[in-house]
C-alpha cells in the first residue's frame, strides 16, 4: 500500500480535467463490465484540492485470476480505444492499480476493499455506481 501511495504522490495532476462523459471513463467502465466487475463506483475528486487525480474507480472481482482480467482489459480497451496506455500499474492478488493520472482504478477483491475503504476516505467526493 505504501508503494502505491508513493507512485501517486510522485506524479502531479494532468492540466486537463475530465468527466464521466470521456472516452477514457466511459472505456474503462466498459471493460470492467465485460469482464463482470462488481460494485463499480466512480468518485469525482476534482472539487478536492488535495485529491491525487480526478476520479477514482473502484471495483471487486471474485479471484486474483479476475483482477488480473479486468485490469488487462482495462489496459487492452483504452489503448485501442483511445490510444492511452497507463501511466503506471501496481499488480497484486489482492488488490490492483491501474493508473492514467486522470483516473486512477482500483480493482479489489472484497475483504481488501473492506480493509481499505477508500470510498470513506473521500466522502467529500462525489459518489456514482455504475452497476447497471
Same mark, same amino acid.
Given at each position: 500500500m505504501e508503494k502505491i501511495i508513493t507512485a501517486l504522490e510522485a506524479r502531479k495532476k494532468a492540466p486537463i480535467r475530465i468527466n464521466r462523459a470521456s472516452k477514457l471513463f466511459k472505456s474503462i467502465i466498459s471493460a470492467i463490465k465485460e469482464k463482470k466487475g462488481e460494485a463499480i463506483v466512480s468518485l469525482d475528486l476534482r472539487s478536492i484540492d488535495e485529491? *491525487?487525480?480526478?476520479?477514482? !474507480?473502484?471495483?471487486?472481482?471474485?479471484?486474483? *485470476?479476475?483482477?488480473?482480467? !479486468?485490469a488487462d482489459a482495462i489496459v487492452d480497451k483504452v489503448q485501442k480505444e483511445s490510444g492511452e496506455k497507463p501511466y503506471h500499474t501496481e499488480g497484486g492478488d489482492q488488490w490492483t492499480l491501474v493508473d492514467y493520472v486522470n483516473?486512477?482504478?482500483?480493482i479489489f477483491n472484497k475483504e481488501q476493499r473492506k480493509f481499505y475503504d477508500l470510498e470513506s476516505l473521500w466522502l467529500d467526493a462525489d459518489r456514482m455506481e455504475h452497476n447497471d
Open positions: 485529491a *491525487v487525480s480526478d476520479f477514482f !474507480i473502484l471495483c471487486e472481482a471474485q479471484s486474483h *485470476v479476475q483482477i488480473k482480467a !479486468i483516473i486512477v482504478v482500483h
